[in-house]
């Protein structure tokens, strides 16, 4: 199947603890993004990436970490240092250009 | 400053009837506009999108482009109860990344 695929669906974080959150494509975009929902809220960048190896912070980047050692993942790291972590993760990929993004199914992260 | 308004609604409309979504944006310079639909829980789905000034009809679902105003609307004609969701307009900026999102208008189509 084609797409983006994120994993987990759902995510329980502990105190002091960092979690990473999966983000894989095959639709071979150069560009990928990761976003931040919270109830009743828009989405808000986090980091973007749009090439392998290099990666941007977005608007809300403190206590997130990125990676993007191949084109196909852009996982992102949620650390101790974001203290309030609880929202709806979403990964899209796409968009350079006038072109649309399209995103995986999400992450849903809790704190227990 | 970057800004995209929308309507946070909702706005209930009845089955069959057309319901008219709009979303205004700040950076004069923004290149495109997308209208993604997400239903409650799930993630955004992509449905209309528009580059040029004027209309852009797909099925049921109309864009409106109007870069002068900096307007973007979004009809959806005879409204069905599987209509009822979120609808988020977004836009690329000038530098051509990373979608700037609305908060979304909440649609609610009634039997």
């Known amino acids: 199947d084609g797409g983006i695929t994120q994993s987990p669906k759902y995510l329980f974080r502990k105190e002091g603890q960092n979690v990473t959150l999966s983000c894989e494509q095959n639709?071979?975009?150069?560009?990928m993004y990761w976003y931040r929902q919270d109830p009743g809220q828009g989405l808000r960048l986090i980091y973007y990436s749009q090439i392998v190896n290099d990666f941007q912070k977005g608007d809300i980047a403190e206590g997130y970490s990125v990676s993007r050692e191949k084109k196909e993942s852009f996982p992102l790291t949620v650390t101790s240092a974001q203290k309030n972590p609880t929202a709806f993760y979403l990964c899209a990929a796409g968009g350079q250009g006038s072109q649309p993004q399209h995103f995986g199914d999400g992450t849903r992260l809790s704190i227990l | 400053q970057k800004e995209v308004e929308q309507n946070s609604g909702p706005l209930s409309v009845p089955e069959g009837a057309i319901a008219s979504l709009n979303c205004t944006y700040s950076d004069r310079g923004s290149q495109s506009f997308f209208w993604y639909r997400q239903y409650s829980g799930k993630s955004p789905e992509l449905i209309m999108f528009?580059?040029?000034?004027g209309d852009k009809e797909d099925g049921r679902f109309t864009a409106q482009l109007n870069k002068a105003s900096q307007y973007v609307s979004l009809l959806i004609r005879d409204s069905q109860p599987s209509d009822s969701a979120t609808y988020l307009c977004a836009v690329t900026p000038p530098s051509g990344y990373a979608l700037n999102f609305g908060k979304g208008t909440s649609l609610l189509v009634t039997p």
């Open positions: 639709l071979n975009h150069d560009a």
């Open positions: 528009i580059y040029s000034n």
